[in-house]
């Protein structure tokens, strides 16, 4: 017995359009975030930390400190609202943090890498919310300022010449 998956009918925004959302973004709240090393949350964390612009918060229930910062309970124990509201959980859990996400007055919710819930989305959009899913902030702020390479991201630059050897 297989089990299907549903159909994905949502489409998101346009590389340039994330690359919009990314340029106004001036802060972002992870939610999920976790203190654990060898958590997505924690390294894309550190990499927004160390290499964004961005003022970054992270939203964890049980935890008390991330990376050295403080670590909040719930969105709306933010000290301010937050331009853009990452999300590290299941896909059930989505629709939730939407609606978390809709009531603080965020602009935008992203939803990480292999997160889909076209319910969740749909309901951000009707509150005015952009949205994108199945992304990663870290990736594609890397891949818009070139900095995959720092990453561990292959560039994509293909060149016939030799590499220098140190």
Not at 54 to 72: D, K, M, R, S, W
Not at 99 to 120: C, H, M, P, R, Y
Not at 121 to 138: I, N, Q, T, Y
Request: proline share 6%; with cysteine.
């Amino acid at each position: 017995m297989s089990t299907a998956t549903p159909e994905r009918t949502w489409v998101g925004p346009s590389a340039g359009e994330r690359l919009d959302i990314l340029r106004r973004t001036k802060s972002i709240a992870i939610v999920g975030a976790s203190p654990k090393p060898e958590r997505a949350s924690y390294f894309v964390a550190t990499y927004l930390l160390s290499s964004s612009p961005y003022t970054v918060y992270f939203i964890n229930p049980t935890a008390t400190e991330i990376l050295g910062q403080p670590v909040y309970k719930s969105l709306a124990d933010l000290p301010e609202v937050p331009d853009l509201v990452e999300v590290f959980r299941k896909d059930a859990d989505l629709p939730g943090v939407a609606q978390e996400a809709i009531d603080i007055g965020a602009k935008t919710v992203w939803f990480q890498l292999g997160s889909w819930n076209e319910e969740a989305a749909h309901l951000a959009e009707a509150a005015g919310l952009e949205v994108v899913m199945d992304r990663c902030v870290k990736i594609e702020h890397a891949r818009f300022h070139g900095g995959l390479h720092l990453a561990g991201f292959d560039t994509g630059v293909i060149s016939s010449k030799r590499q220098l050897r140190a």
